[in-house]
């Protein structure tokens, strides 16, 4: 069924380094994958997404890579400030479906 | 540019009430989806609503219905309230895209956050 498995679950970067989150999903017919940033109470925000007929995509200092034979798509982020650390969660969709599939969040923390 | 706004922010019930939640669409959007979020989770799908009309549903039991406005504003009601439909409520609006499901880009709103005792 439709699934999207995300890791790690917790990431604790350096100020300045780099974070990479991996999602992975089960449907080759996914064609959509956004990236959402939640802060604590907050509503998921939209930060980056890409559609399956492209395989990088950047905004800054945040990219996105789809690998769609391995089914994977993963966020980068470089050089982190603080203000990064929150809840990051991938999703998909699939071209017979309107519903976001998310996976189960990754909690960033950036140390000062 | 007004983005996705949604009330009641908070609301506390008790078991076996009904409760209605509202949201309002980013402006131009006309398509607008339920999520629901349990702490730690991510959103689960409720349901989807365009032209007024329920389009796709995830697994949530009849309990949960919607309505769209002819404005593409929505409503959730969640009827018989148990304990386990405590958590946060998210709408999100998108516009419809001609090239068909899987592509839209769904922002959110801030949510209520449903408190059952």
């Known amino acids: 069924g439709e699934n999207v498995e995300q890791h790690p679950s917790t990431l604790s970067v350096q100020e300045g380094d780099s974070a990479v989150i991996k999602c992975t999903y089960s449907?080759?017919?996914?064609?959509?994958f956004p990236w959402y940033k939640q802060e604590l109470g907050k509503r998921p925000q939209l930060i980056i997404d890409i559609r399956s007929n492209v395989g990088e995509k950047k905004d800054q200092r945040i990219a996105v890579t789809l690998n769609k034979t391995a089914k994977h798509f993963s966020l980068h982020i470089t050089e982190t400030q603080p203000e990064d650390s929150a809840v990051y969660f991938c999703a998909a969709s699939w071209d017979s479906s309107y519903k976001l599939i998310f996976g189960s969040g990754t909690r960033l923390l950036v140390r000062p | 540019d007004a983005g996705v706004t949604q009330s009641p922010t908070h609301l506390i019930k008790t078991r076996g009430q009904q409760v209605t939640l509202r949201c309002s669409p980013k402006?131009?959007?006309?398509?607008v989806s339920w999520y629901q979020q349990a702490l730690g989770q991510g959103p689960q799908f409720i349901f989807q609503?365009?032209?007024?009309?329920?389009?796709q549903r995830g697994n949530f039991p009849d309990r949960f219905s919607g309505h769209q406005f002819p404005n593409y504003s929505s409503e959730l009601n969640v009827n018989a309230l148990l304990l386990g439909d405590s958590a946060h409520y998210l709408c999100?609006?998108?516009?419809?895209?001609?090239?068909?499901?899987?592509?839209?880009?769904?922002?959110f709103g801030p949510g209520t956050r449903l408190l059952v005792l």
């Open positions: 402006s131009g959007h006309d398509t």
């Open positions: 449907d080759s017919a996914s064609n959509y």
């Open positions: 609503y365009y032209e007024e009309e329920e389009r």
């Open positions: 999100a609006s998108s516009l419809a895209r001609w090239e068909g499901p899987g592509l839209e880009t769904q922002y």
